[in-house]
C-alpha cells in the first residue's frame, strides 16, 4: 500500500486517482481475425478456437437438457435457496423499473407517448476462469425476461472437461434461458455478432470479460450490434467518518480487491483513527485470503487518504466516478443528492458491496474506469428501446401547422412545409 | 422509382428493404490525424482546419455577444413565434420524462432506489451546410438544460464569410447556451473530445454531421467519451390502408426524400388504388420541390410495395426497423402494439412527419439504418445517468447476509462473503 496520503491539494487529485492504464495492444487484429473466421466459417470455427484457446474438444456447441438436468442434481440445496432468494429482490428491483407511458398533449389535438419495446434478440455473455459467475447471470437474464425478449442466449466458456460450471447452468434454466451455448472468448462474442449454425446473431450484447471479450464487443459495435457498457476494471470507493467501523471498511476494499490484480479501491476517511485502524485491519484480514495474492497486488495501486470533511471527500469521490461508493457516515442519507457521479451507492455500516453484488436487488453490471460519469448501469431500460409516438387531430395540426411551415422554410425543407401545407389546405377546404 | 413490387414474397424482403450501403473508405485515418493534431495544438489545430476545410479565418473561436444579439435582430418576428411554440411543446414532452425515484423494499430492511444526475459537461454538434438546422438546437438543448447539464456547449461551422447561421445563434441563446463556437467537422468532435484553450471536454457529444462527424464520433468513443446514437442516413416508411390519402403520403415521402440523396424512403399500401395515386401524387409534387434532385436520386434507392394486409405490412416495417413510420391507417392506434422496432410513430392522416421534426414535441433526433432495432431515440434519459442507491439495515443484512454468503463462497470470493460475515458476527455479539 504505497500511496497513504493525508489532506492532499486539490491539484495532486488526478495524479492520486489515477486508474491503472490498460495496455492497449494489437489485440484488435487477432480479434478482427477471429470475427472474420467465425463470419466465413460458422460453428467449425467455433469448435477450431476452443481447440485451440480452451484446449477441449466441443462436439455439440448447444447445452444438452441432460447436462441441464445433471446440474440441478449437482447444485445444492442450500445454494438453490440462496439464487432463490437474490433472484427475487433483483426481479422486484428491476420489474419496479417498468415505465408507465403517460399520453401529453403538449398543444390542443397534438397528443405524445412513448412506449417500450423489449430488444428482439440478446446475447448474455457469461465467462468461466476461475470464478464461475452466475450472479451475473441473474443481473442480466432476470432483467432480460421482465423486457421481455424474444431470444436470450447465454454463451459460456466450456471447462477443461467439456463442461460448463453447474451453478452457472442452474441459474440460466432457473431464469428460463433454454439456449446456452459452450463457447466463450473473442470467438462467442463474433458468434453473436454474425450468427452461426448454431447461434443467432443478437441485437445487443452483454455481460462481463477478459481483454479479449472486451474488445471483441467493441468490435461487435462497428457490425451495428449493440453493447450494455464498456468496460473497465472493477472499483470500490469508501467513504469513512468517525462512525464507520474499521473493521468492515478493511472488509469491503478487499473484496473488492479480490477481484482481480486491476482492481481499484479508494479509501477516504474524515477521522484519522478510523484511518489508521482501517489499515491496520486490512494488513490482519489479508492474510487469510485464498485470493490474497491478487488482493495485495490489487492494493498496491489503490489510494488512502485522509480527508478534511465529508464534503471534500464526496468531491473527491465526484472526480473520480466510482463505480462503486460506500458511505460509511453518519446520516448517508444526507450526503446522496451530494453525489453527481457513482455506478451505485451502499448507505451505512451495514450496507456492504458484496450486498449489491449479489442479492439486495440492484444490478451489478455498472460503470467502471470513470463511465460513471457518462454511462448509468444495466437495469431494465437496457433491455428495451422506447418508441414515441404521436397523434394529431385535425384541429391539432391546425393549432401548429404555421409553426411548422415557417420553421421548415427557414430550413430551406419545402417538401416537409408542403406535407403540412397540403394537409392545412385540404381542412381549409373542407371547412 | 425502380423499386416498385406487388405481394413479395417474405423470402425477398431483405433484399427488396436493402438500405444503401455507406462506403466505408480510409476515413478513419484522416480522421484520427486531425484528432492527433487537436490533442496536440489545441485552438490553432482548430483554426488550421477552418482555413483548409472551411475556407476562413477564425479569430475568435468563440461566437461574440454582438454577434448573438445581432442575429435576434435579424430573425423574423414570425419565426421567433414558430420557434416559441416549438420549444414550448418539446419542454413540455421532455419534462414529462423525468422520472420519480421510487424506494423499493426488496426484503424487509433492505431498501433499494434510482436517482438520476446530469451529465455535467454535454457538447452539441449542428452542422452548417444546405440546411441549417436549428430545430436541431431545440431538439438537443431542451433535454440537456432539463436534466440540468451544468456545462452545454454548442459547436457548429462557419459560414464562408465567418459568421454562424442567425437562426442557430438565436435558438441556442434563447435555449440558454452562451458557450457557442465557430468550429465545424471531425476537428469540432475532437476539441469536445480533449478539450482546447477554449473548449471544455465532454463527457458525451450528441448531433449529426456528415460522415466525418459521424466516424470522428465513433473515435470520441475510443477515448472515453460517450455519443447520443451510432448514425446513418434518414429514412421514412409509410403504411397507407385505403383510408390514407394519397397527396398526404406523397408530400410525407417527398418530405423524407429531400434531406439527402443517401435518404430512403418506402411506402407500402394494402389499397391499389392509393399505391398508384400516391407514385402519381409523389411525380406531380416532385417538379415543383426547390430540392428535388437530391429527393429523385433518394427515391431511386426506394421501394413502393403492394402488401396484402395491414398485419404483414406491419410485420415488414417491424423487419426493416424504420427510424419513421406513420401510420395513414384506419384506426392506427389498434396497431401500435403491433409495432416492435420503430424510432418515432406518426399516426394517421393528420400526423406528417414534419410535426415531428419540428414541433409535436419528440425528438427528431432518431436510430437509423436499423438501430431502431436496438436503440432508443435521444430523450430525457440520454443527458443522465441513473444511479443505484441502497440502504441496509442490521435486519436488513440479517435477512439477507446468509444468502450474500453462500453466492459468494460458491464463487470463490470469500473476501465479499468475509464483508457480511463480520457484519453478521458483530450483531450477534451485540444481541
Redesign the interface.
Known sequence: MKNIIKYPAQNTWETLLQRPVLEKTNLRNTVQEIFIEVRNEGDSALKKFSEKFDRVNIDNLLVAKEEIELAINQVSP??K???S??K??IY??HF??K?KS?E?E??EG?V?W??S????KVGLYIPGG??????TVLMLAIPAQIAGCKEIILCTPPQNDGSVNP?ILYTANLCGISKIFKVGGAQAIAALTFGTESISKA??IFGPGNQYVTQAK?LA??Y???IDL?AGPSEVLVIADQTA?P??CA??L??Q???GTDSQVIFIATDETVFNETLKEIKK?LS????NEI?KSALEKSSFILMENLDKSIEMSNFYAPEHLILAVDN??NS?SK?????????????????????????HTL?T?????????V?L?SF???????????T??QN?G???E???A???????????S??LK?LENGI
Open positions: 442450500e445454494l435457496e440462496a439464487v432468494q437474490a427475487e429482490n422486484q428491483f419496479a423499473q415505465e403517460d401529453i403538449t398543444t397534438v405524445c412513448r412506449e419495446r423489449a430488444i428482439e476461475t470464478a464461475p459467475l452466475f450472479s451453478a441485437d445487443k467493441q459495435m462497428e451495428n450490434v449493440a464498456p467501523n473493521e468492515f472488509a469491503d478487499l473484496s480487491a479480490e477481484h484480514q487469510d485470503l485464498p485470493r488482493a448517508p442519507r446522496v453525489i453527481t457521479s457513482a455506478g451505485s451507492v451502499f448507505l451505512g455500516n451495514y450496507t456492504p458491496e458484496s450486498a449489491g453484488d449479489y442479492a439486495s436487488g440492484t444490478n460503470p474506469n470513470g463511465f460513471a460519469r457518462n454511462y448509468s448501469g437495469s431500460d428495451v428501446k422506447k418508441i414515441t409516438i404521436q397523434e394529431i387531430s385535425k391539432g395540426i401548429i404555421k409553426t411548422i415557417i420553421m421548415a427557414a430550413e430551406g425543407l419545402m417538401a416537409h412545409k408542403n406535407a403540412v397540403l394537409r385540404s
